[in-house]
């Protein structure tokens, strides 16, 4: 199962809104409403940010949501602060591998 | 509070097995997943395998088949992940995490463990 793709970087300034891509495949994003996204700072352990395409778990900001169309999922930051400066994964359960991961996307704030 | 703490660093050798040790507190251990996932120096995050902690069965990647065992104790509310054969391209730091209440999302996760195989 290859990893779903993401851009390696994006950057924006304080206060900008930015959008992560995922894209995948027919047998994971593109059938599953079970993607969700993960911000990892360096040398610390993945945090999940939204599961099941579009929701946040319980202290996560607002400024983060989710979305997807067709094959494709998205991360969205608005209103980009310092402490966003982080990689980010997606990930979606398959109908094969059962999960994958992203290939990750730098966020320089 | 929801935790789940690892074992420590291991160096290893190549031919060596580890293994490594994911232990739960603060929720009732069977009635989640384990999952465990792999970092190797600054590349991305790969899933491994899991397992039901509930009733033990397991399930790995293609690509880590060969490679790892997954067990739990249920007495020690702990999960295990044993990687056989050990080479330099299984230096890595490897997490356990916990499979939410909302199906294929990992909402805790281990410190990771870091895991170096030289000669």
């Known amino acids: 199962q290859s990893a779903l793709t993401q851009p390696a970087s994006v950057s924006g300034s304080p206060g900008q809104s930015i959008t992560i891509s995922c894209t995948g495949i027919?047998?994971?994003?593109?059938?599953?409403?079970?993607v969700s996204w993960y911000q990892q700072h360096p040398g610390k352990a993945p945090k999940l940010m939204i599961y099941d395409v579009s929701n946040r778990p319980s202290g996560v900001s607002n400024r983060f949501s989710g979305s997807k169309s067709g094959n494709a999922a998205s991360l969205t930051i608005s209103g980009l602060q310092p402490e966003d400066e982080a990689d980010y994964y997606c990930?979606?359960?398959?109908?094969?591998?059962?999960?994958?991961f992203g290939g990750g996307t730098k966020v320089t704030v | 509070q929801v935790q789940l703490a690892q074992s420590g660093a291991e160096v290893k050798k190549p031919g060596d097995s580890v293994k490594v040790s994911c232990k739960a507190s603060g929720y009732t251990f069977t009635n989640y997943a384990i999952h465990w996932v792999r970092q190797a120096p600054g590349q991305r995050l790969e899933w491994m395998g899991w397992?039901?902690?509930?009733?033990?069965?397991?399930k790995s990647s293609q690509r880590f088949q060969a490679k790892v065992t997954i067990t739990r104790d249920t007495s020690a509310t702990t999960a295990y992940l044993e990687l056989n054969s050990l080479t330099s391209e299984d230096t890595a730091i490897y997490y356990c995490?916990?499979?939410?209440?909302?199906?294929?999302?990992?909402?805790?996760w281990g410190q990771g463990t870091m895991v170096s195989v030289s000669s």
């Open positions: 397992i039901n902690v509930g009733n033990g069965n397991t």
């Open positions: 995490a916990r499979e939410s209440e909302w199906f294929a999302a990992f909402d805790i």
């Open positions: 027919s047998s994971d994003v593109g059938v599953h409403n079970y």
């Open positions: 990930t979606s359960y398959t109908s094969n591998s059962p999960w994958v």
